[in-house]
């Protein structure tokens, strides 16, 4: 019998950000479509069209069922929300998420999003290793990132980040697989995790240094 997981749908934890907002972490469940639309509507154009690539004004029902109703094995979504009155409606603050690939089934796609106003506050680093955590419970030993390769000093960067990477280079698109360093499932957001590779590269994304490709922004609307 396998050993039960931590990031099971049982799965909570409270937390506080940098600036004292109380945050709740737990798995997305389908019921979950309302406040992924609510938070979608308080995202700057600017920042929907980072998610998906185009102007986007609200997200389709199929959209919706596609991001909430995973199977949190090889699609697994961990949403953040404002821990407040358990009377009032969650206000989501942020989502990440990571998809298993079918060759080779230890490599998976991952994204993270956070609102507008929970930017700079340190929940992104919070989800990001939550993520892994969850990746590492599920076998999931590298994540691959796709990147536009239109910018000139593309590849410096990228070795900067990390020089022990694999990356494929086609149409215009870098493909990378960084391995995952590991985690336990309670890390605290400090330490060794956010100085690797894959910290890196999503933090050269979050400050626009490094844009995805549409490939993994349909992470968001497949």
């Known amino acids: 019998m396998s050993e039960p997981r931590f990031f099971s749908l049982d799965y909570v934890e409270h937390a506080v950000l940098r600036d004292g907002t109380p945050v709740r972490l737990r798995l997305v469940r389908p019921g979950d479509k309302d406040v992924l639309r609510t938070g979608f509507d308080r995202l700057s154009p600017e920042a929907r069209y980072a998610r998906f690539l185009a102007p986007k004004s609200s997200l389709s029902e199929e959209e919706l069922r596609y991001l909430c109703e995973v199977d949190h094995e090889n699609h697994v979504a961990i949403g953040a929300v404002l821990d407040g009155d358990a009377t009032s409606a969650p206000v989501g603050l942020g989502i990440a998420r990571f998809i298993r690939l079918s060759d080779p089934p230890n490599t998976a796609e991952a994204a993270i999003a956070v609102a507008d106003e929970a930017q700079h506050r340190g929940l992104g680093r919070l ?29 410096g960067l990228l070795a900067q980040i990390s020089p022990d990477r694999s990356v494929e280079v086609g149409s215009g698109v870098m493909s990378i697989e960084i391995a995952l360093p590991q985690v336990t499932p309670t890390q605290p957001p400090i330490g060794e995790p956010l100085q690797s590779p894959i910290y890196r590269l999503f933090r050269a994304v979050a400050q626009n240094a490094v844009e995805w490709s549409g490939a993994v922004r349909s992470l968001w609307r497949r």
Do not use: D, H, K
Not at 131 to 149: D, H, M, P
């Open 127 to 155: 989800l990001f290793l939550r993520l892994l955590g969850a990746a590492t419970e599920r076998g999931i030993e590298r994540f691959r990132c796709e990147v536009l390769g239109s910018n000139s000093g593309m590849a």
